[in-house]
């Protein structure tokens, strides 16, 4: 059974604090991504990356970066968490259907962190 | 500019009855298109996807959906509502040659016993 694994379901963390999400995939996708998901404003593409130590800004970058050193694994660091990155993450996998098409996507379980 | 709308961010119904979730969609190229579960505190699971194959999608859990390119719609059905049913609903869309991903806003159905 092909599987997205998020490796913390649930954290809270300081203001200040440095917090990674760590998301490992075992479908041989070359696309990770990680998304936010908050009440109202549906899901918001922070970063992609379609190959290893490849990544892109989506929609909101700002204050996140990541890192994709391995195929399986990519990770959403946040460098200074503030308040306003109390949220769920979810992170998905897919593999390219076509010329840039990204297909179906598989999602992770999801990383609810509170920033306190 | 693409673009995806829900029609409806909450949808309720009887167990047992009929369930309908709207999806239109505005689209330049050829779109592929999914339609998403989410439980709570969960991760999104796939109920079905339409990839230029057949217009009517049957998809897990009795769910099935229709594409019909001349109303640009993507609306989700289920014969008989279960209490399980209950959950949030995403319609999603992937356009070719571009690598983009377009989620709708998500439409929450209850399920009443």
């Known amino acids: 059974d092909v599987k997205v694994t998020q490796s913390s379901r649930y954290l809270v963390k300081r203001t200040g604090e440095k917090v990674f999400l760590e998301c490992v995939q075992d479908?041989?996708?070359?696309?990770m991504f990680w998304y936010r998901q908050d009440p109202g404003l549906g899901l918001r593409l922070i970063y992609f990356?379609?190959?290893?130590?490849?990544?892109e800004k989506g929609d909101i970058p700002e204050g996140y970066s990541v890192s994709r050193e391995k195929k399986e694994r990519f990770s959403l660091i946040l460098e200074s968490a503030s308040t306003n990155q109390t949220s769920m993450y979810l992170c998905?996998?897919?593999?390219?259907?076509?010329?840039?098409?990204?297909?179906?996507?598989?999602f992770g379980e999801g990383s609810r962190l509170t920033v306190l | 500019a693409q673009s995806v709308t829900q029609l409806d961010s909450h949808v309720s119904v009887s167990e047992g009855t009929p369930v309908l979730l709207r999806c239109n969609y505005s689209?330049?190229?050829?779109?592929?298109l999914f339609w998403y579960v989410q439980h709570p505190n969960k991760g999104l699971q796939l109920l079905l996807k339409?990839?230029?194959?057949?217009?009517l999608v049957k998809g897990i859990n009795g769910f099935e959906a229709e594409f019909k390119k001349s109303e640009t719609s993507f609306h989700l059905t289920k014969p008989s509502a279960h209490m399980s049913d209950a959950a949030e609903y995403f319609c999603?869309?992937?356009?070719?040659?571009?690598?983009?991903?377009?989620f709708g806003a998500g439409t929450r159905l209850f399920v009443k016993a």
């Open positions: 998905a996998s897919s593999s390219p259907q076509g010329a840039g098409d990204t297909g179906e996507l598989f």
């Open positions: 990356s379609y190959d290893v130590k490849m990544k």
């Open positions: 689209s330049s190229y050829s779109p592929s």
């Open positions: 479908m041989d996708h070359e696309n």
């Open positions: 999603v869309v992937t356009y070719t040659g571009g690598f983009k991903t377009i």
């Open positions: 339409y990839t230029s194959a057949a217009t």
